[in-house]
């Protein structure tokens, strides 16, 4: 079936019945004589983006048309077409993928939308609930699948990436480097002289082991970078063996391929209390390592995967600093970096990264 054109890809008005019925045929939702009759547009609401929850009616509907679609608008440039590939591109074709399906997405001028399905029945993200042992395997796997299909630079190639270098590292550091010093100007307007201290000595000592792991070789893989608890969706009812992970939105400084490990450390350290933490992270780490040997990596070690952690774990520093970039963001937001640093100077402590890095 031709595909119906659009031609602004933020504007909600050019989703025509047409257009719905199209992506809906083209990926084989619709029995012969079934039509979409009519929908209604549901805002939702989120920081980046306009979303909506397209509730959709029919005429003559079947078995496997869906109830209700998401409608993701993003404008702007600020994130570039990474999450158009991610739904669309990276992972076509590949079995088990922990990402929710793609009926369409259009990128177009530094801005995209996304047709996607629509899990809010089912699903939800993990902002305030507890991370369980559970749930902390059962990211992992599906972490450890995702890195699978762009490990190692072959793979990387194959989907249009290139491995991570002194360039792409640089350009990376020169950003968050813009924010050490106001975070560090502000802790010292505060009474935590330990946190300041320690901040200071990452900031101080840890490009240069960024830049050693570069020097290394790798293994690098294809890496989220933005695993918080809003970006990952688990079963209201609690089952941990259908899980997503959404929203892959770096900026074009960000790393975008870079050790496998940092999205876990992305993922516990900033995210998790520090005891929650401490209870679960080698378990977690273990189902990972032992998951991505499960999916054909076969040129990495347990023992470089906790250094590799323990390295990722300290850029949660970065995170806090770059938060302090802006100066307004840095004032309205530092309930978050704030909470952040203490959870990084936490892992500090805890792994001894007073010592060599």
């Known amino acids: 079936m031709e595909r119906r054109v659009i031609t602004d890809p933020t504007d909600p008005t050019q989703f025509n019945l047409d257009y719905i019925a199209t992506c809906l045929h083209r990926e084989g939702c619709l029995e012969p004589g079934a039509r979409p009759v009519d929908f209604h547009l549901e805002r939702i609401g989120a920081d980046n983006s306009t979303g909506y929850r397209v509730r959709l009616i029919y005429e003559g509907t079947g078995a496997g048309a869906p109830d209700s679609l998401f409608l993701k608008l993003c404008g702007g440039g600020a994130f570039g077409r990474s ?108 009474s935590d002289f330990s946190s300041s201290a320690v901040a200071a000595d990452v900031f101080e000592r840890h490009p240069d082991a960024m830049a050693r792991r570069l020097s290394s070789g790798g293994p690098f893989a294809l890496i989220h970078g933005d695993v918080n608890p809003g970006n990952i969706l688990t079963r209201h ?94 004032i309205k937001m530092r309930w978050l970096w704030s909470s952040q640093l203490e959870r990084a100077g936490a892992f500090y402590r805890d792994w001894g990264c007073e010592g060599p890095l």
Not at 159 to 166: H, N, P, S
Not at 251 to 272: A, E, N, R, T
Not at 325 to 330: H, I, K, L, Q, Y
């Open 83 to 190: 999450e158009v590939d991610y739904y669309t591109k990276d992972y076509a074709g590949k079995r088990g993928v922990p990402i929710p399906k793609c009926y369409d997405a259009c990128y177009k001028d530094m801005s995209y939308h996304l047709l996607l399905e629509d899990l809010t029945n089912t699903h939800r993200n993990h902002w305030d609930v507890e991370p369980t042992l559970a749930f902390g395997k059962a990211a992992a796997r599906a972490l450890a699948r995702l890195h699978s299909y762009g490990w190692g630079a072959d793979r990387l190639a194959a989907l249009g990436y290139r491995v991570v270098d002194e360039w792409q590292l640089g350009r990376y550091l020169a950003q968050v480097r813009t924010g050490f010093e106001p975070l560090l100007e502000a802790l010292r307007g505060g």
């Open 237 to 330: 009812d609690g089952r941990t063996d259908d899980i997503y992970f959404i929203d892959r939105q770096p900026f074009d400084w960000s790393l975008q391929s870079w050790i496998g490990p940092s999205d876990l450390s992305y993922m516990m350290v900033l995210w998790w209390k520090p005891e929650r933490r401490r209870a679960l992270e080698i378990d977690v780490l273990r189902e990972y390592y032992d998951s991505l040997l499960a999916f054909g990596v076969s040129d990495y070690s347990w023992e470089r995967t906790l250094s590799d952690y323990r390295l990722s774990a300290l850029q949660c520093f970065y995170v806090a600093a770059s938060w302090c970039v802006d100066p307004e963001e840095r």
